[in-house]
């Protein structure tokens, strides 16, 4: 559920709590949904010009009571070079400084006060691959400082949900600190399918980059559009346990499409396989019953279930 849940309520509801009125009909229909609620990893929204005349409109949000705090207490504000509370270039939010600790404990316990309602089983961290929040306005030592704190924010976070995830936002975070990620672009493509590979033989091995992370690594690969065959044919090749593919935008409700999404693919008959002559990608399912086909010069690929294909 993303930061603007509950904001045209009138009167107004704070967003923690239209998250959580959300999570409970959700869990109403089916308890096994897993919900998570979509905070920003190190960005302050707030509707209220009074506590930042610098916002910009990405940086509203309905009535988001975690940033009341930081920006009534502004010394938890990251500040630039001329000592005020540095600006994200893109949204014009203030910034959490995690070069305190105290400051990264503050970000876990909002994450950690939504799963304690019982109905939301983790968080998003919103441009968690961030590395220099302010354009280059903070002191260069100040900035490598920060990153530090705030990838550590997120492990401590990640180690704080036990059998919860927080969601990152690309491939490279999974499991160093983030036990999630959705990762914005499932292209139907030669990379996709290498990447989901990857992030299976990691998830495997033992030890697991040290992370101390428990329980499976959860990768959703995401593309905007609902029709495309090609792009959940690489995924089918290259997916390894809690993989997903996810579609459509964060607006509207076109999010299913029962042709690629009704059908029952069966257990692995093994890991995809290249024949480089051909430069196709082949994986069956469920004693063969599904088949799955690659062509990484073209870019397409088939799917065969035994009731249908798809593709091209």
């Not at 009138?10 to 897993?34: F, H, L």
């Not at 959490?96 to 316990?109: G, I, K, L, M, R």
Request: aromatic share 10%; with cysteine.
């Amino acid at each position: 559920m993303e930061k603007w849940q509950g904001q045209n309520v009138e009167p107004y509801t704070w967003e923690e709590d239209a998250w959580v009125a959300a999570a409970k009909q959700i869990k109403d229909i089916n308890p096994d949904i897993a919900v998570v609620v979509w905070f920003d990893s190190f960005r302050i929204y707030t509707a209220n010009k009074t506590l930042n005349p610098d916002l910009g409109t990405s940086c509203t949000t309905g009535h988001y009571r975690g940033g009341i705090y930081p920006e009534t207490h502004r010394s938890m504000l990251l500040k630039n070079t001329s000592g005020l509370p540095a600006l994200e270039p893109w949204s014009k939010c203030h910034i959490y400084d995690f070069v305190q600790p105290s400051v990264q404990s503050y970000w876990t316990e909002m994450c950690l006060n939504m799963t304690d309602s019982g109905v939301i089983d983790g968080c998003g961290a919103d441009a968690s691959w961030q590395i220099d929040p302010t354009g280059g306005t903070t002191a260069p030592d100040v900035e490598k400082e920060w990153d530090v704190g705030h990838r550590t924010m997120m492990r401590d976070t990640t180690l704080a949900l036990g059998d919860g995830v927080l969601l990152g936002k690309d491939p490279w975070e999974l499991d160093y600190h983030v036990n999630g990620v959705l990762h914005e672009s499932c292209a139907a493509s030669n990379t996709t399918i290498q990447t989901l590979q990857r992030l299976a033989q990691a998830a495997a091995a033992s030890p697991r980059n040290g992370s101390a992370f428990e329980g499976g690594l959860v990768y959703e690969c995401h593309n905007d559009d609902c029709e495309d065959a090609n792009s959940v044919a690489a995924f089918l090749i290259g997916a390894g346990p809690y993989h997903y593919w996810g579609c459509g935008g964060w607006q509207g409700t076109n999010h299913y499409n029962p042709v690629l999404m009704n059908h029952t693919l069966g257990t692995p008959d093994g890991d995809g396989a290249y024949d480089s002559s051909s430069q196709i990608w082949s994986r069956s399912f469920g004693g063969g019953a599904s088949k799955v086909t690659f062509n990484v010069s073209s870019n397409k690929g088939t799917i065969k279930w035994a009731d249908e294909e798809v593709g091209i």
